[in-house]
């Protein structure tokens, strides 16, 4: 099952220097994203004359201001970042799966794109209401993240065009998907839990079941654009940690387990990519419950025993 929030055991003195050391950080970081939140719009101006001028504006305030939160994170609240897995190579492009525990989930898959040069280059899966709010929803719309209401219906055809405008203009991408659909709770668990049997399905212990009709769109509309899917695997040591506790400097480390998967290699039929993901899925339960049990991911490749055939 997933991880208990995570429980701090601080000294007072301790504590109140970690909260100091992260208000300033947020108060910093938040004054800086209104002015790239300034710029953002004013490229609007420049939009209607050259839309790749347009977008490498915004590539370059996201790849700074999630470079600045990337950096600050690391260089004041130390830590370690541990990848084990694939070895991925720089600049290229990318559909991204991903379990979600958490918020600091995001900033982990940041400072990976960093190190593969693909920080300005993420685009997300957002909730629709996001786009509505100030700072990071309105900088997210500059960068053609795909929002979304959680039905399908409403959502293919806005979800159509934003990928025809990224393979129509050859736009470098990692696009992240967190296909759970929501952060991993014990009682959401458990609700999986219970669908998966319903369904004929082998039900999982840390992982909600994922959502595959979206994703096997995206391979669809995505698959003359990107090369590989990559299967992130986040895991937490000593419990899960709020965005605060991670801002604060309460995480000591984070595990990122990477996997590479050429898109060619997947199949061309829609149900047939919705039971690839499934076996992903299947995979990362047990890779871990793995983690759970050694406190860390396997380095080499995924033990035959683990393996889910496709």
């Not at 601080?10 to 209104?34: C, D, K």
């Amino acid at each position: 099952m997933p991880l208990q929030p995570l429980n701090e055991n601080r000294s007072l003195v301790s504590n109140a220097g970690a909260v100091v050391r992260g208000t300033l950080m947020s108060a910093f970081g938040l004054s800086a994203l209104i002015f790239v939140n300034a710029v953002q719009t004013l490229s609007l101006l420049i939009k209607p004359f050259s839309g790749r001028a347009f977008r490498r504006i915004n590539r370059a305030c996201a790849n700074s201001w999630w470079g600045m939160c990337v950096s600050g994170a690391q260089l004041i609240n130390g830590g370690d970042f541990l990848v084990t897995g694939a070895d991925i190579p720089a600049r290229e492009n990318a559909i991204i799966v991903s379990n979600h525990q958490q918020m600091p989930d995001i900033p982990t898959i940041m400072a990976f794109a960093k190190s593969r040069q693909r920080l300005g280059d993420l685009k997300f899966f957002v909730k629709d209401i996001l786009k509505w709010v100030p700072g990071v929803g309105w900088g997210m719309l500059f960068l053609d993240c795909v929002f979304v209401k959680r039905n399908w219906s409403s959502d293919a055809g806005h979800i159509l065009k934003t990928f025809s405008t990224l393979v129509d203009n050859q736009v470098p991408v990692w696009l992240v998907s967190f296909v759970e659909g929501t952060r991993a709770r014990l009682h959401k668990i458990e609700a999986s839990r219970e669908f998966a049997l319903s369904r004929g399905l082998e039900p999982l212990d840390h992982v909600l079941m994922p959502r595959t009709k979206g994703f096997a769109a995206t391979v669809q509309g995505l698959r003359e654009h990107v090369p590989a899917v990559y299967d992130f695997t986040i895991g937490y040591e000593e419990g899960v940690p709020t965005l605060w506790q991670y801002i604060k400097g309460s995480v000591d480390r984070i595990h990122l387990h990477v996997r590479r998967f050429q898109i060619e290699d997947l199949p061309t039929q829609e149900e047939d990519v919705r039971q690839w993901l499934l076996n992903r899925w299947t995979e990362k339960d047990r890779l871990l419950e793995h983690f759970y049990a050694q406190g860390a991911f396997p380095t080499e490749a995924l033990p035959q025993e683990m393996a889910v055939e496709v």
